[in-house]
């Protein structure tokens, strides 16, 4: 068996002490802070996201507080469905024209037009929101069919078809009123919502109203 000479046994424990002192004295180096380019990075995210969330909720605000002319567009080529804008002489108040146009949606027959074959169901008031305030508001009216004839009994299980009238006021000085006229179910209404609003604007006219069609 090889005997270590103590010589050498003592210069190993001389060194492998002073490896431990240097070890202890001088530590591994920190990782160095973040760069400040890399802190601006996130102070811009942080400032985009925040100007991003004011920009939706300022957006959300405006379409909520704009009740003006948001009567849905009737679809491309539609065939049952009319828009119409009609508007009351200028020196007409805001307070006669909606009381005009309530007379005229009033007077339309619940018998329907053409002995029934036009709305020959009947029509229910469903929401009046007009003020004379100049605050906006609308009028939305249903109406129906008799259910009696052919479509009805082979396309809707003889119920009556459905359609709905929305009116929506827009001038604060009796100035335009929208009309939408349209029907829930097919593709073609047969001319029925403009024998409707047809019935209607004759009412309006006789009052001085002008009546001006956008189109299907």
Not at 149 to 154: N, Q, V
Request: some cysteine; aromatic content about 8%.
């Amino acid at each position: 068996m090889t005997r270590i000479h103590p010589y050498l046994l003592f210069l190993v424990v001389v060194t492998s002490s002073l490896v431990a002192i240097h070890g202890f004295q001088h530590p591994s180096p920190l990782p160095p802070p973040p760069a400040a380019a890399s802190i601006c990075s996130r102070r811009e995210s942080i400032n985009k996201a925040i100007l991003g969330f004011s920009s939706i909720v300022a957006t959300t605000a405006a379409a909520t507080s704009s009740p003006a002319y948001a009567i849905q567009a009737c679809p491309p080529g539609s065939k049952n469905c009319l828009r119409q804008t009609w508007t009351p002489p200028s020196s007409t108040s805001l307070a006669d024209a909606i009381s005009q146009l309530r007379s005229a949606l009033n007077s339309y027959p619940q018998e329907g037009l053409e002995d029934g074959k036009v709305d020959g169901g009947g029509y229910t008031l469903i929401s009046d929101s007009l003020t004379s305030s100049g605050g906006g508001g609308s009028i939305v009216l249903e109406y129906r069919s008799s259910g009696k004839g052919t479509f009805a009994k082979l396309f809707n299980g003889g119920k009556p078809f459905v359609d709905d009238l929305v009116i929506e006021q827009g001038g604060s000085n009796g100035g335009a009123f929208e009309f939408r006229s349209a029907s829930r179910l097919g593709d073609s209404d047969f001319g029925v919502n403009g024998k409707r609003l047809g019935y209607i604007g004759g009412l309006l006219k006789e009052k001085g109203w002008s009546g001006v069609g956008i189109g299907n």
